[in-house]
């Protein structure tokens, strides 16, 4: 058990910054998150153009995208529990620095090895940034206004999610390849001004509680195997390999989770996860990025190999479902308190299924409009999903937990976007050309089961 001297203290009553201070404050975050998220995928389109200037292979080339994704999964829960300890402006500030020094780094190196060791450190200042987002933005915003803010912020996440590909492109046309990374700095150091001035210190906080440095190293060590066992199967690893990973997974996360069993704020929060609705909604969100990232993966391989698009053509036609995120995540979060979470939910996760469905079924002479009315459909389920989903999940954790409950929200998204890429590497493996509509079809099943889980959540107490 943790310190039986610890007692909650600070601002119970607190209800989020007033104008201006709070429009400062809340441009931070998006720019913080925008370039977190955003340095997730923009190395895609630039990874050839690296692999043949450093001298390595493609597959080799792969590790400069994997080390920043690793890292962030393996940091993301205990960062967000020394948020909880030491401030989330106090991480959020040293994400920053560090994500803004790895940026630098990663412009000046000189060779492959130095890269991907700069983007480790780009991964832990991205992990930092990621973790206390969310709790930011249940103490910046009153909460009356949570709704909205938790809107914008999934608008934020979508946005970026889908503009790295674009903006890489734009920058290799124009610049070399370092570029990608220096165009950061120049924000970075305006976001660490911003975040010093204007960011909230925490208003409540735990005395007596101590960060466990124990449980650190086991939860990197559980979420690192977890991550390389489902990357190493779904590329083919040879088996024996692969079972040994899993064996020592399996050992390592049950020493994890049987520490934090016994945890009174364990930084796996089975606390939270011991609320129905905060469960249900972590499960809700680990199946929507799954399916999400099954269709993202898959379907530019449909559009080019099986439709025949170039690839301009397909960045451009696939343009349209952030476009309508961008309109319909704020509405849903305008919608929160006047509708259930778990009806909004359900509508829009059953959207993203009928556009899974409808692009697997499509058939070969597709036009423009069939593919833009499906990514359309897709768009408004993902941005009418995601705003309640997030302010359910944070409303109903504790205030003094409210950063746990965002660094599982953030782990929520990437344990589904790697497992969704993940499954799509096995589909090209069991189905060859048949792929892409095999992982749409996967993404379709996986919707459906989501929905019905949210609409599960009618009969569950909102909050705590």
């Not at 402006?89 to 940026?103: D, E, I, N, P």
């Not at 915003?141 to 709704?147: A, D, E, F, N, V």
């Not at 599982?408 to 892409?436: H, K, Y």
Request: aromatic content about 10%; overall charge neutral.
């Amino acid at each position: 058990m943790d310190n039986a001297e610890e007692k909650i203290v600070g601002n119970l009553e607190w209800d989020g910054l007033r104008r201006p201070q709070i429009f400062y404050a809340v441009a931070t975050t998006f720019c913080g998150l925008f370039l977190s998220v955003l340095d997730g995928t923009i190395c895609n389109v630039a990874l050839p153009t690296i692999a043949l200037e450093l001298g390595v292979s493609p597959s080799d080339s792969i590790w400069i995208i994997n080390a920043f994704q690793l890292v962030i999964m393996m940091l993301l829960l205990p960062f967000s529990s020394l948020g909880e300890l030491v401030g989330y402006k106090q991480v959020y500030l040293m994400g920053v620095v560090s994500f803004t020094a790895g940026s630098l780094l990663c412009a000046l190196s000189g060779g492959f090895h130095m890269l991907v060791a700069a983007r480790v450190v780009q991964g832990v200042g991205a992990a930092m940034i990621m973790s206390v987002n969310t709790s930011l933005i249940r103490i910046i915003y009153p909460k009356r206004h949570l709704g909205k803010g938790v809107g914008l912020n999934a608008t934020v996440v979508a946005l970026a999610s889908v503009a790295g590909p674009s903006l890489a492109a734009l920058i290799l046309s124009l610049a070399t390849w370092e570029w990608i990374f220096a165009i950061n700095l120049p924000i970075g150091v305006a976001t660490f001004i911003l975040a010093r001035k204007y960011l909230p210190d925490n208003p409540t906080k735990v005395l007596g509680r101590r960060f466990n440095w124990r449980d650190t190293v086991l939860n990197a060590a559980t979420f690192g195997l977890m991550i390389g066992c489902i990357e190493a199967y779904s590329h083919g690893m040879d088996w024996h390999q692969v079972a040994m990973a899993v064996a020592l997974f399996f050992l390592v996360g049950f020493i994890y989770v049987r520490t934090q069993l016994h945890r009174d704020y364990p930084m796996l929060p089975f606390d939270l996860l011991r609320i129905p609705i905060f469960s249900m909604s972590v499960g809700t969100s680990i199946i929507s990025f799954a399916a999400q990232q099954l269709l993202m993966v898959s379907l530019p391989f449909m559009l080019m190999h099986t439709f025949g698009y170039d690839a301009v053509g397909t960045g451009l036609l696939m343009t349209a479902s952030p476009l309508i995120i961008a309109f319909v995540a704020p509405m849903a979060g305008w919608m929160i308190g006047k509708v259930h979470p778990g009806i909004l939910g359900c509508i829009g996760i059953s959207l993203i299924a009928v556009s899974c469905f409808s692009f697997s079924f499509a058939p070969d002479d597709i036009t423009h409009f069939g593919v833009v009315w499906r990514l359309m459909c897709f768009g408004a389920g993902f941005g009418l999903f995601q705003s309640p989903n997030n302010h359910i999940l944070l409303s109903s954790a504790p205030p003094h937990r409210t950063g746990s409950a965002g660094g599982m929200l953030a782990s929520a998204r990437l344990i589904g976007q790697t497992s969704g890429a993940a499954l799509v590497a096995m589909m090209f493996n069991f189905f060859g050309d048949r792929a892409p509509h095999s992982a749409l079809l996967l993404g379709g099943c996986l919707a459906l089961a989501g929905a019905v889980l949210s609409l599960l959540r009618l009969n569950t107490s909102l909050y705590n």
